[in-house]
């Protein structure tokens, strides 16, 4: 073996052993370190593999105390995206869906992403499908939410829905479902949303024929229609 090649050797052994005192230490330390919390432990002296690998243990730990919190910010900084995945299957497990829905998303676990949403629409748990299916920029799936919301007159879930997509249709849909169940003020959001100036008269004649003369001067704002705003200023200002 020459000089050079065994001049390398010994290198690599002394980087090893280096690394393994630095390791040990840091073990020897891990309780501490652990209940100082993943904020405040500084591992700026450590290169790049070493502090993965320290944040890699940190996080192991974390997750077998049950702090599934500070494993996700330790497997975050390291970023192992298998641990953020397993640990969104924890969360799953014991029925905490939004910080699930959060560690799939961390990880890009997009096939656990999209089953969760479809179990959570099946569970009636809009919320959290919504931010499923938005994550994933699934439209098709969007619009059964929001339609399944429609149908169960989750008005505020399914303006939600149709809001992110930018769906003016299916808004104006939601606008006269709830005028019908005289939900003015939704009727109103959707409207809104979707630009809709003639159903925005609509309900502002609406409100006006049922005194609601606040939400109809909103009403015929949002649809410009100045003829109407000076009408209900001057014979219903006492009103405001």
Not at 156 to 172: D, H, P, Q, R, W
Not at 193 to 205: D, F, K, P, Q, V
């Amino acid at each position: 073996m020459n000089e050079e090649v065994m001049s390398k050797v010994l290198s690599n052994v002394n980087q090893v052993n280096n690394y393994t005192t630095q390791f040990s230490q840091f073990k020897n330390l891990l309780p501490t370190l652990l209940e100082k919390g993943i904020d405040k432990i500084d591992l700026s002296m450590f290169d790049d593999q070493t502090k993965s690998q320290l944040l890699n243990v940190l996080g192991e730990e974390y997750s077998r105390r049950g702090r599934l919190h500070e494993a996700v910010k330790s497997f975050v900084l390291a970023g192992n995206q298998e641990k953020l995945s397993s640990i969104g299957q924890d969360y799953e497990r014991i029925g905490q869906v939004s910080n699930a829905v959060e560690c799939y998303e961390l990880s890009q676990d997009t096939p656990r992403l999209s089953n969760l949403g479809k179990k959570c629409l099946a569970e009636g748990r809009f919320s959290e499908a919504i931010k499923c299916f938005t994550l994933l920029n699934d439209h098709l799936m969007l619009t059964r939410v929001g339609e399944e919301c429609v149908k169960r007159a989750k008005w505020e879930y399914a303006i939600e829905v149709f809001k992110a997509m930018g769906n003016s249709e299916k808004l104006t849909l939601v606008g006269d479902a709830c005028l019908q169940e005289r939900k003015y003020a939704e009727s109103f959001t959707s409207y809104e949303l979707a630009n809709n100036t003639n159903r925005l008269n609509e309900l502002g004649n609406n409100c006006l024929k049922e005194g609601l003369y606040s939400l109809a001067l909103k009403a015929y704002k949002a649809a410009n229609n100045t003829a109407m705003l000076t009408f209900i200023q001057e014979n219903f200002k006492q009103k405001f």
